[in-house]
């Protein structure tokens, strides 16, 4: 594994700039990209460079009414993650945003977006962290809770309330072991707060909780992120155990 960078928060638009790079390196040829969870959000700053882009996510209500709105997709899939019609080494990048913590199955879904991947490509991930305070809560409040509480805690056009499964992978130590055993280069390793509730209009009462489950926790469940955003390579050495 290569030597890691790690950063106590994202400093500016890490993944448009490693997407830059990457065309550099495929001396400026159209990078294929492949946007695993377009119905929440995730957009990266694309602009002067060429790209085909492909959308997928789960098919819940919430999440068609989102992709209406958006125009940035040149393909799109709303469907079991298991079987999205994923061809293998097809995309030079793939972003998954805030994806992990809400599927099940995750590892599968993981491994058939690595497939997808050419050597050489970029897996660009940001999860909601389960070993933090707020994730935590998250996964411990009942569906019914979660979506009675979203309207009042979440900022105002925050798609949600979204599934909170929150398997061993959506973690730091989780994702590190999976990268370790597929043979990923974890390259950068980002830790941040933004979890919808301490960004809305009761964000002093969500950071109490949190704080309250962290001093609980023996601060193992930390109240101070809830984030992790990486950036992995898939290798080129064609020897490498890779997926």
């Known amino acids: 594994m290569s030597e890691v960078r790690w950063w106590p928060a994202t400093q500016g638009d ?28 995730g957009r990266i700053d694309l602009e002067r460079v060429e790209t085909r882009v492909t959308g997928i996510d789960e098919d819940l209500p919430v999440l068609r009414a989102a992709l209406e709105h958006r125009a940035d997709l040149d393909a799109r899939f709303l469907g079991d993650l298991r079987d999205a019609p994923l061809l293998p080494r097809t995309f030079d990048v793939v972003h998954a945003a805030f994806l992990l913590e ?23 991930i940001r999860m909601r962290d389960r070993a933090s305070a707020y994730g935590f809560c998250d996964r411990l409040l009942p569906g019914w809770f979660r979506r009675l509480l979203w309207p009042r805690f979440a900022p105002e056009g925050t798609v949600g ?7 061993q992978v959506a973690s730091r130590e989780g994702i590190h072991s999976y990268c370790l055993m597929r043979g990923l280069m974890i390259a950068e390793d980002y830790s941040g707060t933004s979890g919808p509730a301490l960004r809305g209009p009761h964000a002093r009462l969500a950071r109490v909780a949190c704080k309250a489950v962290a001093r609980l926790s023996g601060d193992r469940l930390p109240a101070t992120r809830d984030e992790i955003t990486l950036v992995i390579r898939k290798p080129q050495n ?3 155990r890779l997926i």
């Open 14 to 41: 890490v993944f448009s700039l490693r997407i830059r790079e990457l065309r550099t390196e495929q001396l400026g040829r159209r990078l294929d990209i492949l946007i695993a969870g377009c119905g929440r959000g």
């Open 238 to 240: 064609h020897f490498a």
């Open 161 to 167: 309330p979204l599934p909170a499964i929150y398997e």
């Open 102 to 124: 809400r599927v099940r199955h995750t590892e599968l879904v993981l491994d058939r977006m690595v497939n997808a991947l050419r050597p050489g490509g970029l897996l660009l």
